[in-house]
């Protein structure tokens, strides 16, 4: 399942492309006064304080981005204006998915948190990388499609649901309180 995930939804291996990825993301658009060179090195500057790139890798990260429809640039007047392309903003999703965590808090609060999900045959690699995505945030699974957590996690399963475009037909978080005998899972969750 592992191996289907990182196939799938491989992320970008340079640091330099995860920041710029990152940061459009983050703010939509960079904008930089193409009349001013001296401005656009302090405007990346700004954006990742503690890390300087050499101008080249900066320069091909950038022409690669474009050579493979990562991000559109727009001249308007002596403002070049750069932004994600739908197939970029998938492409910097998976650098939001790979950093997604269940925290756990101090105290359990006593419920469950049950996913179920139904995810079609044509969408396998789909359903396989979702399960791997699972397992990595800590839920065990139940059934095949049914799978658990002790740990508030609705924002995480959201954010989850967007990233594989799932409707919420297909996606359902149920709080539980009683699943009859659960000494088993929490000596899993290592929980009282």
């Given at each position: 399942?592992?191996?289907?995930?990182?196939?799938?939804?491989?992320?970008?291996?340079?640091?330099i492309a995860k920041d710029f990825l990152s940061a459009l993301l983050v703010g939509g658009v960079i904008v930089f006064a193409a009349?001013?060179?001296?401005?656009?090195?302090?405007v990346w500057k700004n954006l990742w304080k503690k890390k300087t790139y050499p101008r080249k890798?900066?320069?091909?990260?950038f022409y690669q981005f474009r050579k493979y429809g990562l991000v559109h640039t727009e001249r308007r007047?002596?403002?070049?204006?750069?932004?994600?392309?739908?197939?970029g903003k998938q492409k910097a999703g998976?650098?939001?998915?790979?950093?997604l965590r269940i925290d756990k808090p101090k105290k359990w609060d006593g419920k469950w948190?049950?996913?179920?999900?139904?995810?079609?045959e044509k969408r396998k690699a789909y359903r396989e990388a979702f399960?791997?995505?699972?397992?990595?945030?800590?839920?065990i699974q139940l059934q095949k499609s049914v799978w658990m957590c002790p740990y508030p996690c609705s924002g995480e399963v959201e954010i989850l649901r967007r990233f594989f475009g799932m409707p919420e037909?297909?996606?359902r978080l149920l709080l539980v309180e009683d699943i009859g005998n659960d000494q088993e899972f929490r000596r899993m969750f290592a929980i009282t």
């Open positions: 399942m592992d191996s289907i995930y990182k196939y799938y939804f491989r992320k970008p291996k340079s640091e009349s001013s060179p001296i401005f656009a090195q302090k890798r900066v320069y091909d990260t007047g002596k403002q070049l204006f750069i932004s994600l392309t739908d197939k998976m650098l939001q998915i790979d950093a948190r049950v996913l179920i999900f139904d995810i079609g399960r791997g995505k699972l397992m990595e945030l800590g839920f037909k297909e996606l």
